[in-house]
């Protein structure tokens, strides 16, 4: 079955610092992987995609991610975070059924930004 | 574009209660997806519809239907509310088509006490 593994429930980090949000997930096919965003009381805002071609995918806000097969993972980066990042972070896979996609959620990762 | 919208902001309903919430997809979108967030949890997938028709749907009980509308706006229909039906429930919009994008709305949220 389709999954989505967030290790980290929560992390923080201070203004500045470089950032890591790990992901790692289980599915059969070639994964189409997503990175959202969320704020306190908002919707979903889409940080970046991974559809196929470089493994490197550049998002909005300064975040990337790098797609590794071998290793089932599609970790986000951010090379030096600012206090407006404190938010939870949701990866997610596609998955492709009759045409018709969903998307399978980790449980997220909260993230903290010391000033 | 106004972008996905999501009717009512906040719901707060009793136990065994009917709960109907609203969702007017991004201009150009076609596909309606909901999904349930609980609090501390990623959103899990409830159903899409394409064209009028439930397309998929996930792990979710019969208490749970939906509609979808010519002009593509939807509805989430949740019947004999459960203390544990408590969450953020999210519509997502998209084009038919492998992978496109999902836009999702503010969300509602729903409190059953």
């Known amino acids: 079955a389709q999954s989505v593994t967030q290790p980290d429930i929560h992390i923080t980090v201070s203004e500045g610092a470089s950032l890591e949000l790990r992901c790692n997930y289980s599915y059969g096919a070639t994964p189409y992987l997503f990175w959202y965003v969320q704020s306190p009381g908002q919707g979903l805002q889409l940080l970046l995609k991974y559809f196929s071609g470089d493994t490197l995918v550049q998002g909005i806000k300064g975040f990337e991610a790098e797609f590794k097969r071998s290793q089932s993972s599609f970790n986000l980066r951010k090379p030096s975070v600012h206090w407006s990042d404190a938010a939870e972070y949701f990866c997610a896979v596609a998955t492709l059924s009759g045409g018709y996609n969903k998307l399978i959620f980790g449980a997220g990762t909260r993230l903290a930004v010391h000033p | 574009d106004a972008g996905v919208t999501q009717s009512p902001t906040h719901l707060i309903k009793t136990r065994g209660q009917q709960v109907t919430l609203r969702c007017s997809p991004k201009s150009g979108h076609d596909t309606v997806s909901w999904y349930q967030q609980a609090l501390g949890q990623g959103p899990q997938f409830i159903f899409q519809y394409y064209e009028e028709e439930e397309r998929q749907r996930g792990n979710f009980p019969d208490r749970f239907s939906g509609h979808q509308f010519p002009n593509y706006s939807s509805e989430l229909n949740v019947n004999a509310l459960l203390l544990g039906d408590s969450a953020l429930y999210l519509c997502?919009?998209?084009?038919?088509?492998?992978?496109?994008?999902?836009?999702f709305g503010p969300g509602t949220r729903l409190t059953v006490l």
């Open positions: 997502a919009s998209s084009s038919l088509g492998d992978y496109n994008e999902q836009f």
